[in-house]
């Protein structure tokens, strides 16, 4: 049973709309939420990250927001980019972010077009 | 130069054969990983080294033997594989005992196995 569920598989936005990047989780005692991004033939990259005390954490054009009682955070990036088509995966630890216990999601490929 | 290096890039192996995929880490850290991303799954750890010492093996099937001589160098030796194993590897590290949720990921072996 996956506890880190990112449902929308691809997104598609077009440059300098907003891009929102779901994940749902079912462990109520992760503490700590991370966005890491993926280009082809690279490996995964760490990009913004919050914690349970927060509601949301910002840094420039990416916004995260953490919604507990529902379990669920976004990720969003505006103005978005083409140069942010990439594959976003959303993890989740328990332990406050220790770096052994992270679970990954199944990742969402958004597609900025120009 | 990327700070955690992997080698091969790709991997073409028959079930009958052994190979070694090698990863080396230029960042100082303290703490490796294994990593296995398949198609349409999340990102499943493997195996963590912290100091060198394995302190979590993630129910991983003793087709793949996982070795640390050093804090900067970690090796996946893998033999009798299946096709199923076909996937991406990845290595990654960190500072064991951050909190920062940040794993620093290599670039990835693509195997394939026939």
């Known amino acids: 049973d996956q506890q880190v569920k990112q449902n929308s598989p691809s997104l598609s936005v077009q440059e300098g709309r907003i891009s929102i990047l779901n994940c749902d989780y079912t462990n109520s005692m992760f503490d700590y939420f991370l966005w890491y991004k993926k280009y082809p033939a690279e490996g995964p990259t760490f990009l913004i990250s919050i914690s349970s005390i927060k509601d949301k954490n910002e840094d420039g054009r990416f916004t995260v927001f953490l919604n507990k009682s529902a379990k669920h955070l976004s990720l969003h990036i505006v103005p978005s980019q083409p140069g942010d088509s990439a594959v976003y995966f959303c993890?989740?630890?328990?332990?406050?972010?220790?770096?052994?216990?992270?679970?990954f999601g199944t990742g969402t490929l958004l597609a900025v077009q120009p | 130069e990327t700070g955690v290096t992997q080698t091969p890039r790709h991997l073409v192996m028959g079930m009958t054969n052994k190979k070694s995929l090698k990863c080396e880490q230029h960042?100082?850290?303290?703490?490796m990983y294994w990593y296995k991303q398949s198609a349409k799954k999340p990102l499943e750890l493997m195996f963590v080294?912290?100091?060198?010492?394995?302190?979590e093996n993630n129910s991983v099937p003793s087709r793949f033997s996982p070795e640390c001589p050093n804090s900067s160098h970690l090796f996946l030796h893998l033999h009798t594989l299946q096709p199923e194993d076909s996937a991406l590897y990845l290595c990654a590290s960190s500072q064991d005992g951050g909190l920062s949720g940040e794993l620093f990921f290599g670039e990835g072996s693509r195997l394939t196995v026939l």
């Open positions: 993890a989740a630890s328990r332990g406050g972010g220790a770096t052994n216990k992270l679970i």
């Open positions: 960042l100082g850290h303290n703490a």
């Open positions: 080294y912290s100091l060198e010492e394995r302190v």
